[in-house]
């Protein structure tokens, strides 16, 4: 049986939650992207997982692109558990050793695609090598000078649930 790429980026943020204290549950599967119930002793979430493994290069820098849908958005940020709803983005690479994930709250995505144009929606994550914070840009903000900075690291963000969702 052969494995595909996909499911080994799935099951790195798979095991991921589970080795910090959640309990994932596929809500819905898919090629491109996934729904996972997340809980522990605290609280719970859902967590919606979309990849990205061919970046683009930028001087000492990489930049994933990830593009979203008018359908997906009403399953996410307009739905009734939009406070709930966390975003992970695996900004992938070729040899899956340099892989990482970046965890967003739906406000945080909202602000960067969120406008009232239909169509399709994007955002990009750059991260520039050796450094603690990356970009996140979208569709929302074209104009120069606009982005979010937030931190690298997972179990940082992870650590930060509860403050970042209230």
Not at 39 to 53: G, M
Not at 90 to 95: L, M, P, Y
Not at 100 to 118: G, P
Not at 157 to 165: A, D, I, K, N, S
């Amino acid at each position: 049986m052969s494995i595909p790429k996909v499911d080994f980026y799935f099951g790195a943020l798979l095991s991921h939650l589970v080795s910090r204290g959640f309990s994932p549950v596929m809500k819905e599967g898919g090629q491109d992207r996934r729904i996972y119930a997340l809980k522990n002793e605290v609280d719970s979430y859902l967590i919606y997982a979309k990849y990205s493994f061919t970046p683009r290069f930028k001087k000492e820098s990489r930049i994933w692109t990830f593009s979203f849908y008018d359908t997906e958005m009403e399953k996410t940020l307009r739905s009734r558990y939009d406070s709930q709803y966390l975003f992970a983005f695996i900004c992938g690479e070729e040899d899956l050793e340099n892989t990482e994930i970046i965890l967003l709250t739906a406000s945080e995505v909202s602000e960067c695609i969120k406008t009232s144009e239909a169509g399709r929606k994007w955002l990009t994550i750059e991260m520039a090598d050796r450094k603690r914070t990356l970009t996140v840009r979208g569709s929302a903000h074209t104009g120069p000078g606009y982005s979010l900075k937030i931190t690298r690291s997972t179990d940082q963000r992870l650590e930060e649930l509860p403050t970042m969702l209230f």
